[in-house]
């Protein structure tokens, strides 16, 4: 439908990392067509500080991000959700809550940056690596023609882009 803003929820454990990255960079890049929120399943109560240094070098506004409980989204009153998308395993493999309105939803599993291994370079490679993975993620799934989709060819759709990454990173792992 022309016009229509579609409401993504991406889901983590901690909340910390990846999800606020893929939050930032879906509010930015889906030219208002998309809103975006993160939330996890056990919320760390804080944004990991490498994710905000990140954002803030890349002149995102980080006034948004804070960790938050995915009940928080479960609520009444809470926006109506067309999509949900995990990006991470333990996330993926945790029963979730049940969101009104049933939106179509997705495993983009990313390695986790805050585990990263290393010294301070090799942990914030870890977290530039992750908003990379998510920002090709969300270039696919913002290009995507939703109009001309029907829901069985969106979802299709929708897990090709979790798997096509996942096969990159892979093949990065072993190359």
């Not at 990991?48 to 954002?55: A, M």
């Not at 990263?116 to 696919?140: C, D, H, P, T, Y």
């Not at 060819?153 to 792992?173: C, F, M, T």
């Amino acid at each position: 439908m022309p016009g229509e803003i579609y409401n993504v929820l991406f889901l983590c454990t901690g909340n910390s990392a990846r999800s606020i990255l893929a939050e930032a960079i879906l509010n930015r890049e889906g030219l208002g067509r998309f809103k975006a929120w993160s939330a996890g399943s056990h919320p760390k109560g804080e944004v990991h500080p490498y994710s905000i240094d990140l954002l803030e070098s890349l002149n995102f506004d980080t006034s948004f991000a804070r960790s938050k409980d995915w009940e928080e989204f479960t609520a009444p009153g809470a926006p109506a959700m067309d999509f949900v998308f995990t990006v991470c395993d333990q996330a993926a493999a945790e029963a979730c809550p049940v969101w009104p309105g049933q939106p179509m939803t997705a495993h983009w599993g990313v390695p986790d940056p805050a585990a990263a291994q290393g010294n301070e370079a090799e942990k914030r490679l870890a977290f530039s690596e992750a908003f990379r993975m998510l920002n090709n993620r969300i270039s696919v799934f913002t290009s995507l023609p939703f109009a001309s989709l029907d829901s069985l060819a969106l979802q299709k759709e929708l897990d090709a882009i979790g798997r096509k990454n996942e096969a990159d990173q892979s093949h990065r792992e072993f190359s």
